[in-house]
């Protein structure tokens, strides 16, 4: 069985990137506590019947998460680029000034 992706796993990849997505946009959508709790409770669960289903073995999963993290960080981080610095600043200042 399992799906082929022989590094790391896709679909924990794209369970971790829900989760952190969640976590950094729960707060400002006024999304309660444990409901925080419950995304990386089913992150686990999906984590361990990935495993259990031998789709795919652990360290794909370890894998998967550190690949999301990267990821996270990429997407989330301005580029280092001082064009889009300066594209900022000339979108926050202010009108007629």
Do not use: K, Y
Not at 11 to 34: C, D, M
Request: contains cysteine; negative net charge.
């Amino acid at each position: 069985g399992g799906c082929n992706d022989l590094i790391f796993s896709g679909h924990g990849v794209l369970l971790g990137l829900s989760a952190l997505l969640h976590a950094a946009h729960a707060e400002e959508a006024g999304a309660s506590g444990w409901l925080t709790w419950l995304v990386w409770a089913r992150l686990a669960h999906g984590f361990l019947r990935i495993v259990h289903d031998r789709m795919h073995m652990s360290v794909d999963l370890v894998l998967a998460l550190a690949v999301a993290a990267l990821v996270w960080g990429q997407v989330t981080s301005p580029p280092p680029d001082s064009r889009w610095s300066g594209a900022r600043a000339a979108d926050e200042a202010p009108a007629g000034g």
